[in-house]
């Protein structure tokens, strides 16, 4: 008969991981060709008949082996230098934390613990968790901004006892650069516990909670084990501290004092950043009079070279149009913004387009709105150009708006501020 690998999948992630990878695919495709009708039934049971069985003969055997296959390179690194295997451990735990990965090497420490009554495991990583604390300490010193400040100086607190996860999502990975730093001290801290031979003797999740754990391994490794979270700590810190990072911008009451106009005064200067990466178009090249004429408001046209629309800025969902081609958000700055895709793309009655959020639903910077298919709005002979209006136009004082051609969701599209009435 056919030969299936059997798979326990109580000690190992790695085969939930590759099927809830190939699920979101093939969700995506059952959603393009089933009829709109029949997908609140026929997608999550299609998807379901697919991939079970394809989990328990392909992606199961897979996981069960790249798990095997992890658990001997561990051994094969510790026996060719614990100094090699501390550093990697070190510098790439907290990584493995972000795609939940770490708790594929769980089962080779808990495995040690077993057999030999010690693990090293925890200790390299411990390595990685002072790291995140540091870094995240010197987000809390460095930064301006209030709020991150706050944040910066809880997870630094939980990071020390071992919660990274708050220094991770909410200042180090934020911020791009104290997450290299921290990845950076805990590889240095990893290989000098590596060095000296520090193992604990229990499995215990690491922080300042469980240093006696590692007291066992005797002087030189418990020694090496305190100065290796030492490094990966002060190191984090020193490195964020001098070499520095793009700090977020000024809460509100720093912001700069208001500018006089003839409507009124100015304050609350904002940025309102692109939806979508692309080219900037000229209203002139736009083939509807009460777009180009910028009849709705101050409008700026962005071709497309993605097909993602993210949010321009913190706000609330105010209008999801049911045709899905346009979404209307209220900014926390005021700004009432109409994000429109393509020109007369309400025709297509929805086909091509996805939403991921709801009217009334907070959203934040950056988040994933909706998802359009380009080569259907084209095929059907529309224009996908994504059009960003300031519907409360009046209200605002547009200061100004970008120069750039080559549009990131990253890019300031408008500088502009509330007006206070005289």
């Known amino acids: 008969g056919l030969h299936v690998t059997k798979a326990n999948y109580v000690s190992t992630v790695i085969p939930i991981i590759l099927a809830i990878f190939m699920l979101a695919y093939v969700q995506r495709f059952l959603e393009k060709v089933i009829p709109e009708v029949l997908k609140i039934i026929m997608v999550p049971t299609l998807s379901l008949l697919l991939m079970i069985p394809a989990t328990l003969l392909l992606f199961g055997p897979i996981g069960i082996y790249l798990g095997d296959g992890v658990n001997w390179l561990y051994y094969y690194i510790m026996n060719l230098s614990p100094i090699l295997l501390g550093g990697f451990i070190g510098g790439i735990w907290c990584v493995l934390v972000i795609f939940g990965a770490h708790r594929g090497l769980v089962p080779i420490g808990i495995n040690d613990v077993a057999r030999t009554g010690r693990q ?32 910066a100086a809880s997870a630094t607190v939980t990071a020390l006892f071992g919660i990274t996860e708050p220094a991770i999502y909410g200042a180090n990975l934020r911020l791009k650069k104290p997450m290299i730093y921290a990845v950076a001290s805990g590889a240095a801290g ?45 190191g984090a810190f020193l490195l964020t501290i001098f070499l520095g990072f793009n700090d977020l911008p000024l809460d509100e009451s720093r912001q700069e004092p208001g500018l006089k106009t003839e409507a009124g005064t100015v304050k609350e200067k904002q940025r309102i950043q692109a939806p979508v990466q692309g080219q900037l178009v000229s209203l002139d090249q736009i083939n509807d009079e009460v777009f180009a004429s910028q009849q709705m408001g101050k409008t700026l046209a962005i071709y497309p070279t993605e097909e993602q629309i993210v949010s321009p800025g913190n706000g609330q969902v105010t209008a999801l149009y049911p045709t899905h081609h346009a979404i209307g958000l209220k900014l926390d700055n005021g700004a009432e913004i109409l994000l429109h895709i393509g020109i007369n793309t309400v025709e297509l009655k929805g086909r091509g387009f996805e939403t991921f959020v709801k009217v009334g639903e907070r959203v934040r910077l950056g988040q994933k709105l909706l998802s359009f298919d380009k080569q259907i709005i084209q095929a059907a002979g529309y224009d996908p150009t994504v059009l960003v209006i300031v519907t409360n136009t009046a209200e605002m004082a547009i200061i100004e708006t970008t120069k750039q051609t080559e549009i990131t969701p990253q890019t300031n599209l408008f500088f502009m501020q509330v007006k206070e009435q005289n």
């Open 120 to 151: 090293n495991l925890l200790a390299f990583a411990g390595a990685a968790n002072f790291s995140q604390a540091g870094a995240a300490f010197g987000v809390f010193v460095r930064t301006k901004n209030k709020d991150l400040k706050a944040v």
């Open 190 to 234: 990893g290989a000098l516990m590596g060095w000296g031979g520090s193992y604990g003797t229990a499995f215990a999740n690491q922080g300042l909670l469980t240093i006696p754990v590692y007291a066992e391994a005797g002087t030189k490794a418990f020694i090496c084990y305190l100065l290796g979270c030492g490094i990966a700590f002060f």
